[in-house]
């Protein structure tokens, strides 16, 4: 039974993924290699689940998710269920990802549309029904990609032309199918939803424009774009669901693709996007300063990811309260609230630090809010 709760973003608060535990990871190569079946996998996945839930609880975290733990990546296992899409490997797309120590290409595959976008099932209905029935105090959240994500990496050209000659078809189709599974998870009693979208915060990124604009986007606008999408798919979504966007500039094995502050998005992304909150990543100078905050205009709530999942090193409080202050110049800070960055585990690889550090920055978080807000 769940307490009542403040609508989300709550004060203290995280973006989703957690590290897989090493069982998990074998039992998924086990299942891979075929010496378990998918209800063997599904059962340690179900008791991996339930202890990550209860650690979410313990460290007084308001909301808690299943850490992804049933999913390879953080966007692709949503993206491959859509009825319509097929998964393709395309080595000509690939994202670079770095941090100061490494650096390495990836070519994941690619969504290509082949049919017309429909919802055929709901996806994470039964994932989310699990967390649903195991959390005790926190409510649980899910998170999903965000529509503009199945267009991003590979644009018009992974849209095939005989299916879709014109892409207002194609994007009133995506945003009809986003909107059944929105209605869909809140029928299953999901009232915290979020969409994650690292597109939006790519698009700050001069070298990610030049790559719209080179697979024939269009690199000016395309955000607004992405922004009208969204909001169509959340038209009329339920009063009592809560509806978060977080955005990043790519997390992978503790390397990043993208950098740039959200100056260009800031005035379309704040003003027009409706959702609750927008969780941000600002734990380095990647990001850029607190300056766009002065669009967030009243009655939305921003999360500022102060705290880094890329390394294990715990933040200091009083660093984290001053650069509360210092975003607080721009927008009021009762609008503001505290988590990490990113998620620690936006692959099944997961970042560079360990459980024990992962916890502990949780339950910083948790601290620094409460001392801050009074309350999470």
């Not at 403040?6 to 995280?14: A, E, K, M, N």
């Not at 079946?37 to 650690?55: N, S």
């Not at 994932?127 to 195991?134: G, I, K, M, N, P």
């Amino acid at each position: 039974m769940t307490h009542a709760h403040h609508r989300p973003p709550f004060r203290g608060d995280h973006v989703g993924s957690l590290l897989r535990p090493p069982e998990l990871l074998a039992a998924r190569d086990d299942f891979a290699a075929g010496r378990i079946t998918a209800d063997q996998l599904r059962e340690i996945e179900d008791v991996a689940i339930a202890e990550v839930v209860r650690m979410q609880e313990e460290v007084g975290l308001a909301a808690a998710t299943d850490g992804e733990l049933r999913r390879e990546s953080w966007h692709m296992d949503f993206i491959y269920q859509l009825g319509g899409i097929q998964k393709v490997q395309d080595d000509t797309i690939r994202v670079a990802f770095h941090n100061d120590q490494k650096s390495f290409e990836w070519a994941p595959p690619s969504a290509h549309v082949v049919a017309p976008v429909r919802l055929e099932h709901t996806i994470f209905g039964d994932a989310f029904s699990y967390l649903r029935d195991t959390v005790s105090t926190a409510l649980p959240k899910i998170t999903i990609p965000s529509l503009s994500m199945v267009h991003y990496r590979g644009g018009r050209s992974a849209i095939d032309k005989s299916v879709y000659p014109d892409l207002d078809q194609f994007w009133a189709d995506l945003a009809a199918t986003y909107a059944d599974e929105v209605r869909r998870l809140h029928d299953l009693g999901c009232r915290y939803l979020q969409l994650d979208d690292t597109s939006l915060a790519y698009m700050n990124d001069p070298a990610q424009r030049q790559h719209v604009a080179e697979i024939g986007g269009d690199p000016e606008h395309q955000h607004e774009r992405y922004i009208e999408n969204i909001n169509l798919a959340l038209t009329g979504r339920p009063g009592d669901l809560a509806v978060t966007t977080h955005m990043c500039r790519g997390n992978n094995q503790s390397m990043w693709a993208a950098e740039g502050g959200y100056e260009f998005v800031a005035d379309a992304l704040f003003s027009r996007l409706e959702v609750d909150g927008f969780f941000c990543e600002w734990d380095d100078e990647r990001s850029g300063g607190f300056e766009p905050l002065r669009f967030v205009p009243r009655g939305k709530r921003v999360v500022l990811g102060l705290v880094t999942t890329k390394r294990g090193e715990l933040e200091s409080k009083d660093e984290l309260k001053r650069r509360i202050d210092a975003a607080a110049k721009y927008v009021d800070i009762d609008q503001l609230c505290l988590s990490t960055q990113c998620g620690f585990s936006s692959t099944k690889e997961g970042n560079d630090l360990t459980p024990r550090q992962q916890w502990d920055k949780l339950a910083l978080i948790v601290e620094t809010a409460t001392e801050v807000w009074g309350e999470l």
